[in-house]
């Protein structure tokens, strides 16, 4: 390695990048790069937000592989047979899995959502259904951050008969040897904020039924990450076994929306580019993928607002040592 240009990262790093905890780069399958700050270990794991969203995609496929779901194409609303339709709200009704997983799903709230109602609400599954369709128009992109995405737990856990983090363990972290200690829940706000901080906790966010979230309260570290990068990289195998359909890594990880606004494709639950796909959260927690040069980063991060943006930092400073 060019250790000029590793000082030079790790100094950008510091200075811009300075609520990261840790980088893991893999160059065909082989760590090349390995980095921890914040006094963080490769044991640390810590909050990676919406990148809950791409590994809640990895289940929905494997379910679908092994049959717990016949087709994403099925009505959300045949999983939950006993949810109660309100009058005249016929939109719900037709809105599909795929619909949900390319984010083209309307919802009732429009510009400001609900959070606090649905932190302290006891079903985040049936809130977020309560708040599915509308007057909105299926098939028109609408980026669903917290609030939603928790109907695939909801799906899983109805398909499989298992809770998400057992389904999830057994079919996809146990064969990776990525190690999530369990489930975790909130008695408080303060201590919701202290997750969100720490370095040292281990565990899937649920709500009070039990019921895993999916946008969001997944703990893992860059080095777990980067393993599910590889797998995506490898078209689904691991050390030789298939974990996920090579049919649905190439079809979740191309494009099958596009958020205009910010000019940005999606697949199902991965941000798609020119160069491959990745799992973003918030605070700048990442799973790149570069398809073409088969090389994954991974990056976690402390939350923090306005943070900058951890593709550029990857292209710009990272891809141009490894390549």
Known sequence: MDQKRIRELEQKISTDYGNTTGVAVLKEGKLVYEKYFKGCTRESQVH?????????????????????????????????????????????????????LTMTAPYKYRFFAPYVKYFTSEDWVKFSLDLLGGQGKIGTFRYAPLIGPDIFSGILVKATGQSVFEFA???????????????????????????????????????????????WGLTLSPMDMAKIGQLYLNKGIWNGKRIVSEKWVEESTREHSRWKKHDLSYGYLWWVNEDGYAAMGDGGNIIYVNTKDKIVVSSSALFVPKVRDRIDLIKTYIEPIFR
């Not at 990148?51 to 194409?73: C, E």
């Not at 016929?90 to 809105?95: A, K």
């Not at 008695?187 to 946008?215: C, M, P, Y």
């Open 48 to 100: 990676v937000y919406s990148v809950t969203k791409s590994i809640i995609s990895i289940l929905i496929g494997i379910a679908v592989d092994r049959g717990y779901i016949q087709s994403i194409d099925q009505k959300v609303l045949d999983f939950f047979p006993g949810y109660i339709v309100r009058k005249r709200e016929n939109t719900i009704q037709n809105i599909t899995v795929k619909d949900m």
């Open 169 to 215: 363990d057994e079919n996809l972290f146990s064969p990776l040897e990525i190690h999530v200690e369990g489930d975790l829940m909130f008695k408080s706000k303060e201590d919701q904020l202290a997750f969100n901080e720490s370095i040292d906790t281990s565990g899937w966010v649920r709500d009070s039924l039990g019921i895993h979230t999916a946008g």
